[in-house]
């Protein structure tokens, strides 16, 4: 996982301000996620008592590298407030997560959360999903070629995620197919006909999910959106 940067360390630092004492703290994966993560490792190294529940491997390391507690859900009821990035977030406040691998911890912790909380730069803002061209669905190994199968009807040409010339592998042992997008238009319709695929863990697609969405400029001016979420 990278270090934060220029263009995520404004938006880390407002997250961290919403983080409150006492409370289990969801902590992403991805470029943004990780400048939270340091930026709340500098409170709690400064006396902020939390706890936090990793979405990766790598995102626990660096928490526990930084000091920050760290929890399982056999530990506590439910997440007060979860802070990850995206890799495209639209007008309506939907995402598209993944592109760092970790994309169904991901959705777990974020859906368990009371508040999920979105950093972006502004390079991650598009007008429709699936602007980018690459939708992240993770898969159980066992059928990986049935559902670049089934994904290919569904107009959805996929790639297996490589990593070292090997297929990269997911915490969870699974492995990631890329598909190729254009619009993706109504997001939650093409989650469910994804997700009917026997195979298929889970999408990158966040419909209704978000909270809070925080936008980092490139003069390091921050905009917060209101997210889709209910």
């Given amino acids: 996982m990278s270090a934060g940067t220029p263009d995520t360390d404004a938006i880390a630092a407002k997250a961290v301000e919403l983080v409150q004492p006492d409370t289990v703290v969801g ?44 929890v399982t859900f056999d530990d506590v009821p439910y997440i007060d407030v979860c802070v990850d990035g995206a890799d495209e977030v639209d007008p309506n406040g939907d995402l598209i997560k993944g592109y760092g691998g970790a994309l169904v911890r991901e959705k777990v912790v974020a859906a368990y959360a009371r508040t999920f909380v979105v950093l972006a730069g502004g390079e991650k803002v598009v007008k429709v999903l699936g602007e980018r061209g690459k939708l992240p669905v993770e898969v159980v190994t066992f059928a990986l070629t049935p559902c670049r199968k089934r994904l290919e009807t569904l107009g959805l040409p996929s790639a297996l995620r490589m990593k070292d010339g090997k297929p990269f592998v997911t915490d969870n042992g699974n492995y990631i197919l890329d598909c190729r997008t254009t619009a993706i238009t109504a997001p939650a319709d093409t989650e469910a006909q994804i997700l009917a695929i026997p195979g298929v863990v889970g999408t990158g697609i966040f419909a209704k999910m978000a909270h809070t969405i925080m936008i980092q400029g490139t003069d390091g001016s921050v ?4 997210g889709s979420a209910k």
Avoid: D, M, N, Y
Wanted: hydrophobic share 50%; no cysteine.
């Fill in 27 to 70: 902590l992403g994966t991805g470029r943004a996620a990780t400048a939270f993560i340091q930026a709340l490792g500098a409170k709690v190294q400064a006396g902020l008592r939390i706890r936090g529940l990793p979405t990766s491997e790598v995102s626990a390391e660096l928490a526990t590298k930084l000091g920050i507690p760290l």
């Fill in 223 to 226: 905009e917060v959106r209101a």
